[in-house]
Each structure stands twice: as structure tokens, then as C-alpha cells.
């Protein structure tokens, strides 16, 4: 290029900001970082832009966030972008810290080595652990015996898996309904950003499994598969080896996010406790949906042999309590 003041020959020197201040406008770039005409287009920026959300530590605050808001309002004022706020939301999540809540760090001698889990445990189960630890959003103080846990967990879920995989088991209605149930539960903790109960929901749901395949002589090939997907974002070596364990030759995230039915998540049937004046002496199964006339006679069958005086009060609360009045 030229120089624009003497029109001599000249090279543009790019390397002019300093550390925060030259990293708080790429979220600006990555959506057009092949444009050599503008920082990026009107039309890519509409499209992408602004930013659904930023996560970081707190300590970006006072000077990142800072600059990349300056940044973003001008740009805004001069027309080059349509918005005056980079960041639709913003999530700050904790530190891992060393024993008694301290910051880990050389000099205090706390640091733990990364390489001496993964050689230990894996990097699946380590990251998953640190999910697991505590809300995100919050400090937690670092115990190499949680990591085991964690770790036992994936082991009982391979070992679900390979029990199952060759087994052409045909889904029960109790498969499927847990299935469901396990893709509402994970999907919403995930957007609430609640991460350490996503991994105690894949935790619990496994442990449900296991029992029904002790039953059933394993699972369907469709909920292994919902396991490997869900489980990804967490774990993902993990779950790329169970997809092609179940014959799958791409991979994994190649899958969209499953979906669930409500109506297939429902009970078929209920169990309430049946009162004889407010004190219980009987639980009862009836079918989710029974009217009341249907749940009062299943009530009165369950505790016939006590039902010595007159009755005067019948009262079923829907799917919590049948409540029989007498004198």
C-alpha cells in the first residue's frame, strides 16, 4: 500500500493495541472474517450479531467487557453496526480452587496437573466432574475423589451399553416414557444453565435404566442413542465411541437435539394414599386420568375391611389423596 500523506511506498502496521483492547471487537470479525472490503457486513451482522451469550470471569469486567462495549457503541454511532450492546446476556461463572477455598497457584504449591487426571481418568471424566462440582456459577473447591465418581459412572453407562447394543431389545412403554423424560430433564437443566444437575440427571436416569434392563435384558438401540447424543456437549469422546458402537459411521454431532412428547412422558398410572379421616391406611394404583367416581371406588376396595362406621364425606383431591370422612 501507500502511504495516504507523502504517496510513498508504506506497509500498515497492525500490531498497535494493547492486550484487552485489541481482544474485545473478534466477536465482530468471526462472523465475516473472510471480508477485505469492511470489519464485517451490515448483512452478516443483522444475521449474527449480537452475541446470545458471553461467558467469562469476572475479573473481564473492568477492562474486556469495558472495551467491548466502547467498541460496539461506536461502531453503532457511526453506522456501521445496528445495535449498541455486544451481548445479549452475560454468565461469569467460579474458579476451581485449591484446599480451604484458596486460588490455586504456583507459588502456593495448589495447582493440579490436568495431564495426571487425564492419564488417570480421562479428559471425559474430568471434564464432566468439573461440571458436576457445583453450580457454575459459583467457587468450588477441588477433591481428586469426586473425580472416581464420575468416573463410574461412564463405566456403568459403557457397561449398559454393551450389554444391550447386540440384543435387539424392542422398547417398553416404560422405556420410552423414561426416555422422554430424560430429554425434558437434561434440555431444560441445560438452558437454565444448571450444569452440575445435568450431569446428577444423566447420573440418576442411568441408574433407572440399569434397573428397567435387568428386567427387560437391556435397552433399545433409540434411547442408547439418546444417551449418546445428550451426553456430547459433556463428554464427547465418550459419546463419539458409543455412536459408533451402535453402527453409526459419522459423527455424532452431525445428530440433532432430540426432542420429547409430553404425552409420553405421562404416568399410565398413579399411586395415592387412601385416608380414613385424614389418617392414612392405604395406597392405591389407579389410572392417571380416573375421575373421581372410579378413584373413590378403588379408595373404598383398598381399605374395605376398616370401613366400620357410617361414611359421610367423599373427597379425592386429583392424583394426590382420597380421603374417605366417617363417624
Request: aromatic residues 10%; glycine residues 6%; hydrophobic residues 40%.
Amino acid at each position: 500500500c501507500k502511504c495516504p500523506v507523502c504517496g510513498k511506498p508504506a506497509k500498515r502496521e497492525t500490531n498497535t493495541m494493547p492486550q484487552w483492547a485489541g481482544s474485545s471487537w473478534y466477536f465482530l470479525r468471526y462472523v465475516d472474517n473472510h471480508n477485505d472490503k469492511e470489519l464485517v457486513s451490515r448483512e452478516k451482522a443483522d444475521e449474527m450479531l449480537p452475541v446470545d451469550m458471553y461467558i467469562g470471569g469476572v475479573e473481564h469486567a473492568v477492562l474486556h467487557l469495558l472495551y467491548s462495549r466502547f467498541y460496539t457503541k461506536f461502531l453503532c454511532d457511526i453506522g456501521v453496526i445496528d445495535f449498541d450492546e455486544p451481548f445479549h446476556k452475560l454468565f461469569n461463572q467460579g474458579m476451581i480452587t485449591g484446599k480451604n477455598g484458596i486460588k490455586m497457584s504456583k507459588s502456593k504449591g495448589n495447582v493440579v496437573s490436568p495431564d495426571d487426571l487425564v492419564r488417570d481418568y480421562g479428559c471425559d471424566s474430568l471434564r464432566m466432574y468439573e461440571l458436576f462440582v457445583g453450580p457454575p456459577e459459583l467457587d468450588a473447591e477441588w477433591d481428586d475423589r469426586g473425580i472416581d465418581g464420575v468416573n463410574r459412572f461412564l463405566k456403568r453407562l459403557w457397561t449398559l451399553l454393551m450389554d444391550s447394543k447386540d440384543q435387539d431389545i424392542k422398547a417398553t412403554k416404560e422405556m420410552i416414557k423414561l426416555r422422554h423424560r430424560m430429554v425434558y430433564d437434561i434440555t431444560t437443566r441445560l438452558e437454565s444453565f444448571s450444569l452440575n444437575t445435568v450431569i446428577s440427571g444423566f447420573m440418576e436416569y442411568n441408574n433407572k435404566f440399569i434397573e428397567l434392563a435387568k428386567k427387560e435384558g437391556g435397552i433399545d438401540k433409540e434411547t442408547l442413542e439418546t444417551i449418546a447424543v445428550l451426553i456430547s456437549p459433556f463428554a464427547p469422546h465418550f459419546a463419539e465411541e458409543m455412536w459408533e458402537q451402535l453402527g453409526h459411521t459419522e459423527t455424532v454431532f452431525k445428530t440433532g437435539w432430540p426432542t420429547y412428547d409430553e404425552d409420553a412422558m405421562k404416568d399410565d398410572e398413579i399411586q395415592i394414599p387412601v385416608q380414613i379421616n385424614g389418617k392414612t391406611k392405604a395406597v392405591v394404583s389407579i389410572p392417571a386420568e380416573a375421575s373421581k367416581e372410579e378413584a373413590i371406588a378403588a379408595g373404598k376396595e383398598a381399605i374395605a375391611g376398616k370401613l366400620t362406621g357410617n361414611v359421610v364425606k367423599e373427597i379425592y383431591v386429583p392424583k394426590k389423596i382420597i380421603n374417605i370422612v366417617m363417624k
